[in-house]
């Protein structure tokens, strides 16, 4: 069970486009899902965090503008990366929770590349 | 506030030797303390975790941590090093909000 799917897993874009990243929980209901960006050789940092329904909280310095989170439902969740750029290659990872859990899940990662 | 430091980024032992990953924690509050590993181009997954219950902790792999709130850490072990274990591993500690804060990783090389 706690099984996190993220699609695609691996895109590569021309600067300038955009980007969308899905996240889904597979066999449970997650209230809260988070995203991560790990540079090479770099731990997890945290973009946001979303609840359903509701709008994404950004951690500082995470332009919101730029990294347009929905979570339409209790098991989807969608990172967009507008006008991507070089500097935004990296690989992104979400991960989901409940209530009742605490824990979270992670899901295998979108490894973005922006030419 | 929480923060987490892992000492060592690069850990190497033998095939069969102990393994020793260290991990120390400052939280605000009573902390929720986690090890994760992470393969190459792969998610995380949660080795184990401690919520507050016994203070060792066994999880998946022959791991297992023990929570020493006297020393704030909560450092990895597995008695005996096999060559698949070879991989990142990351401190988190999370507090009421549920959020992990990450330590900066481990590399552990496992040597035939």
């Known amino acids: 069970g706690a099984v996190v799917s993220q699609h695609p897993s691996r895109v590569i874009c021309k600067s300038g486009t955009s980007v969308k990243i899905e996240c889904r929980s597979l066999d449970f209901q997650a209230t809260t899902m988070f995203w991560y960006r790990q540079f090479p050789k770099q731990s997890l940092m945290l973009m946001a965090t979303s609840n359903e329904g509701s709008k994404a909280t950004y951690e500082q310095g995470v332009e919101k503008d730029k990294f347009l989170i929905n979570h339409a439902s209790l098991t989807l969740s969608t990172l967009t990366v507008t006008s991507a750029h070089p500097e935004d290659s990296s690989f992104y990872i979400c991960?989901?929770?409940?209530?009742?859990?605490?824990?979270?899940?992670f899901g295998p990662g979108t490894r973005l590349t922006v030419l | 506030a929480q923060s987490v430091t892992q000492l060592g980024s690069h850990v190497s032992v033998s095939e069969g030797a102990l393994v020793l990953l260290r991990c120390n924690y400052s939280?605000?509050?009573?902390?929720?303390l986690f090890w994760y590993v992470q393969y190459p181009n792969q998610g995380l997954q949660l080795l184990l975790k401690?919520?507050?219950?016994?203070?060792l902790v066994k999880g998946i792999n022959g791991f297992e941590a023990e929570f020493k709130k006297s020393e704030t850490s909560f450092h990895l072990t597995k008695p005996s090093a096999h060559m698949s274990d070879a991989a990142e591993y990351f401190c988190?500690?999370?507090?009421?909000?549920?959020?992990?804060?990450f330590g900066s990783g481990t590399q552990l090389t496992v040597l035939p």
């Open positions: 988190a500690v999370s507090g009421s909000a549920r959020q992990l804060t």
């Open positions: 401690y919520t507050s219950a016994a203070t």
């Open positions: 939280s605000s509050v009573p902390p929720y």
């Open positions: 991960s989901a929770s409940t209530l009742r859990q605490g824990s979270q899940f």
